[in-house]
């Protein structure tokens, strides 16, 4: 088991990181007194590496598990090396009494460094001595290859049953366009930003009409149909043709009238909507025209049929 770069630079800044946490307590000792002599201490220590190295490699026998401690043993005594050298650089200790503290004398960092070797430097002294993790070992598993051949045929159970549901039919490109004027007013109103829209006849009534709030469809029906007639008014005073569309906007609304036969769609939108709205409002007029044109196909081809047609919904 190699060590890679990633793991040694892992395992050197976990070292600095607890090297540094006994810098939060120092001087106090915390009534830490394990009164043991300073050899005492380090054999107990040895022995605590030992068992820690078996525990963590079960597998290990004695020669290597001694080498894992040793190297459990030097991890600790350079975390120790390190607290020392954060002590003078920050503390401003001496560097005898800074080795001292790191070593054997400030109980807290002593008793941390030595719980944490083994953890620390675990993987480390695997890939120093080539042992392979339990955790990440996988027994050999015979890969069983089935030809052909040898694979057994599934059996297919036939359920006869009366279909009750006949094919579906491809959709063409034309059912896009509906068939009833409730739903070309509604294509309108589903763009956001509408208000109100409405399909009015010759007199303004109604003939389809889709609102979302305050607005009196009726009221604007009728509305809009003498803005129609006025406009219409002025251009045959003026001597020009009757109008196809008028837009206007009116605070933050916007007014869309737009000629379909005999009848006008009406859309009031926001006045910051964009060109989205327009579309669905062209869309709509063609979703009229044609299903006026399906429905009189014998005298729409001409103006008058189409006024007939507009003028009998």
């Known amino acids: 088991m190699a060590l890679s770069v990633r793991d040694t630079r892992h395992i050197f800044l976990v070292a600095l990181i607890l090297a540094a946490l006994p810098m939060l307590v120092y001087p106090n000792q915390l009534g830490f007194d394990v009164g043991l002599s300073t050899p005492l201490y380090f054999l107990c220590e040895i022995a605590f590496f030992i068992a820690a190295a078996m525990l963590l490699n ?72 080539g042992i392979r993790s ?3 070992t996988k027994g050999n598993q015979e890969r069983k290859i ?39 007013v509604a294509h309108v109103g589903q763009y956001s930003g509408v208000h109100c829209a409405m399909l009015i006849d010759a007199e303004g009534l109604p003939v389809a009409a889709w609102s979302r709030g305050r607005y009196d469809q009726e009221m604007w029906g009728a509305l809009s149909r003498k803005l129609v007639d006025d406009v219409g008014s002025t251009c045959g005073l003026g001597g020009v043709s009757q109008p196809d569309s008028l837009e206007f906007r009116s605070g933050n609304e916007r007014f869309n009238l737009q000629r379909v036969a005999d009848m006008w769609l009406v859309s009031i939108a926001d ?3 964009d060109e989205l709205e327009k579309i669905r409002v062209n869309q709509a007029v063609e979703m009229v025209t044609r299903h006026l044109q399906e429905r009189y196909k014998n005298v729409y081809t001409t103006e008058a049929g189409r006024t007939y047609a507009g003028s009998t919904v």
Request: hydrophobic share 45%.
């Open 146 to 184: 089935i030809d052909g051949q040898t694979r057994p045929e599934p059996t297919y159970t036939a359920v006869h049953e009366t279909s009750l549901h006949h094919p579906t039919p491809a959709r063409s490109v034309n059912e896009f366009f509906s068939r009833s004027f409730s739903d070309a």
């Open 134 to 136: 339990r955790r990440f």
């Open 58 to 129: 079960r597998d290990l026998s004695i020669v290597p598990g001694g080498l894992s401690a040793a190297i459990f043993l030097a991890g600790r005594l350079g975390m120790s090396v390190i607290f020392a050298a954060y002590l003078m650089l920050m503390e401003r200790v001496p560097f005898g009494e800074a080795f001292g503290s790191a070593l054997i004398q400030f109980k807290p960092a002593v008793i941390l460094f030595s719980l944490t070797a083994p953890f620390v430097f675990g993987s480390f002294s695997r890939g120093i001595l």
């Open 271 to 273: 006045a910051a909507s």
